[in-house]
């Protein structure tokens, strides 16, 4: 069965540094990756996804995650952290065990960003 | 504008009192499903809907019914509400199953007494 774990509940980070929030998953096939983000009460958005193309997946505002097979990770990054980005972040990963599309959420990673 | 939309966004109800949250999207897609969000849990799959008058359980679908009768329109249905189902609910859906992207609604704040 599919898993995802996020290896960090709560990040913080000051404006203008790197963000790395990690997330590792569990796969039995090559899966669909995914990263949401959720603003305070708002709904889920998507940033990135991966689908078995490229290794390296840019997303909206500046995030990226790397696919690694080897050490079965997709960490999300950010080369510079804005205000705006304090949300929370979903690792996700695609499950089509009984031949349907079920999203498997990990638990989810707050990020704070301080002036 | 394409979207996913749910109501009410907010709700406060007794133990027992039917209720029932709508959801609906106009991008014709498919597929169509009901997660609820609690803390520390991430969000978990209540039932989900391939087409219309197609329609199975998630992982936590005890206490909850839903219905497809029409291919924009995906509601979730609770019969007698109990205090643990007090969450956050969000709609979702994509063109069909398979890897395409989910699109979400803004989320049921859902509070049983």
């Known amino acids: 069965a599919q898993s995802v774990t996020q290896l960090d509940s709560h990040v913080s980070v000051s404006e203008g540094t790197p963000v790395l929030l990690r997330c590792n998953y569990s796969s039995s096939y090559s899966p669909s990756l995914f990263w949401y983000v959720q603003h305070p009460n708002k709904g889920l958005q998507l940033l990135l996804k991966y689908t078995s193309a490229a290794t390296l997946v840019k997303g909206i505002n500046g995030f990226e995650a790397e696919f690694k097979k080897s050490e079965t990770s997709f960490h999300l990054t950010k080369p510079s952290a804005h205000m705006s980005d304090a949300a929370e972040y979903f690792c996700?990963?695609?499950?089509?065990?009984?031949?349907?599309?079920?999203?498997?959420f990990g638990a989810g990673t707050r990020l704070a960003v301080h002036p | 504008e394409a979207q996913v939309t749910q109501n009410p966004r907010y709700l406060i109800t007794v133990t027992g009192k039917k209720l029932t949250v709508t959801c609906s999207q106009n991008?014709?897609?498919?597929?169509m499903s009901w997660y609820r969000q609690d803390p520390g849990l991430g969000l978990r799959q209540i039932y989900y809907s391939m087409n219309v008058e197609v329609t199975d359980k998630g992982d936590v679908p005890e206490g909850y019914k839903v219905s497809r009768k029409e291919k924009r329109n995906f509601p979730l249905i609770l019969e007698s509400p109990s205090p643990n189902q007090t969450s956050l609910y969000f709609c979702?859906?994509?063109?069909?199953?398979?890897?395409?992207?989910?699109?979400f609604g803004p989320g049921t704040r859902l509070t049983v007494l």
């Open positions: 979702a859906s994509s063109l069909k199953w398979g890897t395409d992207t989910q699109y």
């Open positions: 996700v990963v695609s499950d089509f065990s009984g031949g349907y599309n079920k999203l498997i």
């Open positions: 991008m014709n897609h498919e597929y």
